[in-house]
């Protein structure tokens, strides 16, 4: 049975099309969410996810312009077959993908997650854009997170489910029992309804990926690589907005990722873990909303700064 989603009321009241862009031979579908205006959002979801996963940040966002893409292989977008889907490569497709949207006067790339590595990597290579926001940004190599150990496991199972024949590795990678332990690890919220509903939305869209290799190769990037290789060659204004309790960057390493941008804001949000965009998305949204509001001349250099503060 299908959880509703406790963000439900307030999507409803945004306008929403679906479209298609062709992006290195592959088509990847995207939602936009609002209507045209002369700042454009493009928000680019986590390993595993699609669009849905950010959806409860855009319930928040009421009168902005969002464009929210399936990265390819995941959700409704073909695979990519001109490049492989490693970081290199999910960095030319944003880039190519930003391209075809039609251009205004402000662009703001927002990644959350594995999308924080991709965002980063597509800036750091030339992608132009006025702001970036990193949600739940990986700071540092996963295996060094304050869960090391469980990133060990699952760097296991994604290779026994490479090892075994194509279709019981993609049975592995699909079993429900497994993406449950997942979601119930990275849920922090004491709601049992919100609980509930996170589960359910990891059932139904974390093995919405269209075969083994896509998701192997992804993951494999998500390991490989963080946001600080790339983060002293992206000059843009940067919203870092971080997790307390996150599992897979702590709070300490977000800050020594914020001191490396040339401009940065750093908010940490305190209970939560990786899953800011379920558990609070009301306050990402404000916070997004602040910064882009603030006038960059007028920040007085600040740097960083945390709840609370």
């Not at 049975?1 to 579908?29: F, K, N, W």
């Not at 869960?147 to 296991?156: E, H, K």
């Not at 269209?210 to 790339?230: I, P, T």
């Not at 919203?239 to 599992?247: F, N, S, V, Y």
Request: glycine letters at 8%.
């Amino acid at each position: 049975m299908i959880v509703e989603s406790p963000y439900a009321a307030q999507l409803a009241r945004i306008p929403v099309r679906e479209r298609t862009a062709d992006v290195l031979g592959a088509v990847t579908h995207y939602w936009e969410y609002g209507s045209a205006d002369d700042t454009t959002i493009v928000m680019v979801h986590g390993f595993r996810g699609d669009h849905h996963g950010l959806e409860p940040v855009v319930a928040q966002l009421s009168g902005r312009h969002i464009v929210s893409p399936d990265l390819p292989g995941f959700g409704a977008s073909e695979p990519l077959t001109q490049t492989r889907h490693d970081i290199d490569g999910y960095a030319l497709w944003l880039r190519g993908f930003v391209a075809t949207l039609p251009r205004t006067r402000r662009l703001v790339i927002l990644g959350h997650s594995f999308g924080s590595i991709v965002v980063s990597a597509a800036l750091a290579a030339g992608l132009e854009a006025e702001d970036v926001v990193l949600i739940n940004p990986i700071a540092a190599p996963a295996l060094s997170g304050p869960r090391g150990i469980m990133t060990r496991l699952a760097v296991l199972y994604y290779e026994l489910a490479a090892w075994l024949p194509e279709r019981l590795g993609f049975a592995l990678l699909r079993n429900r029992m497994i993406v449950r332990v997942m979601s119930v690890t990275m849920a922090k919220t004491e709601s049992k309804q919100l609980r509930r509903w996170i589960h359910d939305q990891h059932d139904r869209f974390f093995s919405a990926f269209v075969d083994r290799r896509v998701v192997l190769e992804a993951f494999q990037a998500s390991v490989s690589h963080d946001v600080s290789e790339f983060a002293g060659l992206i000059p843009q204004r940067t919203l870092l907005i971080a997790a307390e309790k996150d599992d897979i960057t702590p709070v300490a390493a977000q800050h020594r990722l914020a001191a490396l941008f040339a401009d940065s804001t750093l908010h940490v949000i305190p209970g939560v873990g990786h899953l800011i965009h379920y558990e609070v998305p009301q306050e990402a949204a404000e916070r997004l909303d602040r910064f882009l509001t603030i006038d960059a001349a007028g920040r007085g250099g600040e740097a960083s700064e945390t709840a609370g503060s």
